[in-house]
């Protein structure tokens, strides 16, 4: 057949003159030039990619999932190719469970003292219209990262969550998380278990602007030796700043 080359497992059937069905190669749906992209994206796979074996599906999520306690989303899956459809059949087989939040987690896997944080993190990345650009951007932050630092008697009773300014939520909200809205620099990120958290300083400092759980950042302040001197009297000195000046620190920093 003239025309170019189709990618693996791309075909079409079509009717003979003498009735019968013949496989053939159908024109490529991404243009003369497919082959030259370097890395398309996920949702530029061909067709034929859903015809991955079992195998290699379960090896390419589950090298997502182990570090992530288990879960990931469906979001990650296409970005390393796997379509929702193969998370489907994984969960209607019993390998996956799949949450009422669109959360995906290897069944066999146990139970964690951070598996609700983990379903938060990859909660903002399950809508269908998610990005891979936006993967990652969910950071713990407030009461949520102050209890993670481990440096205060803090038990808070909702997760918080940062998002960039821009990323747009589409979805109600789950009761149990508090979104916070900011541009958090590189340097203001941290891993506690695998997790994406605020270093204790932007923590504490969100919390003095937030105006929100005093009586800890007070208790980490006096007691972790994790902040330098400098760091320590700088929040200490915004403790007793005025609110209205807070919230003009609030625009600057955010």
């Known amino acids: ?4 080359p189709l990618p693996p497992g791309c075909t079409t059937q079509v009717r003979t003159a ?8 159908s024109r490529p749906i991404f243009g003369p030039d497919w082959h030259l992209l370097a890395n398309p994206a996920p949702f ?27 879960f990931l989303s469906a979001a990650q899956a296409q970005q390393v190719g796997i379509p929702r459809k ?5 969960v209607a087989s019993g390998i996956l469970e799949r949450d009422e939040r669109g959360i995906y987690r290897f ?11 983990w379903r938060a993190v990859l909660w903002p990345t399950v809508e269908r219209s998610t990005k891979m650009s936006a993967l990652g951007k969910a950071v713990l932050s407030h009461g949520t990262a102050l209890d993670l630092w481990n440096v205060s008697t803090i038990n808070p009773a909702t997760i918080d969550i940062t998002l960039p300014k821009s990323y747009r939520l589409r979805r109600t909200v789950p009761s149990i998380y508090r979104i916070h809205r900011a541009d958090l620099a590189d340097n ?7 997790l994406p958290v605020t270093t204790l300083y932007r923590t504490l400092l969100d919390l003095i602007i937030d105006a929100r759980d005093q009586q800890f950042v007070d208790e980490a302040l006096n007691n972790t030796a994790m902040l330098s001197e400098s760091d320590r009297a700088q929040l200490k000195a915004l403790r007793i700043v005025e609110p209205s000046r807070l919230k003009a620190i609030s625009r600057r920093i955010s």
Do not use: C, W
């Open 18 to 25: 003498g009735s019968r069905l013949k496989k053939r190669q």
């Open 44 to 70: 530029l796979y061909p067709i034929g990619m859903a015809t991955l074996s079992r195998a290699t599906v379960l090896e390419e999520i589950g090298q997502i999932a182990s570090l992530q306690e288990g």
């Open 86 to 90: 193969r998370l489907a059949r994984l």
């Open 1 to 4: 057949m003239n025309g170019d």
């Open 188 to 194: 203001e990120i941290t891993f506690i278990g695998g």
């Open 107 to 117: 069944a066999s896997y146990p139970d964690t003292e951070h598996a609700e944080l």
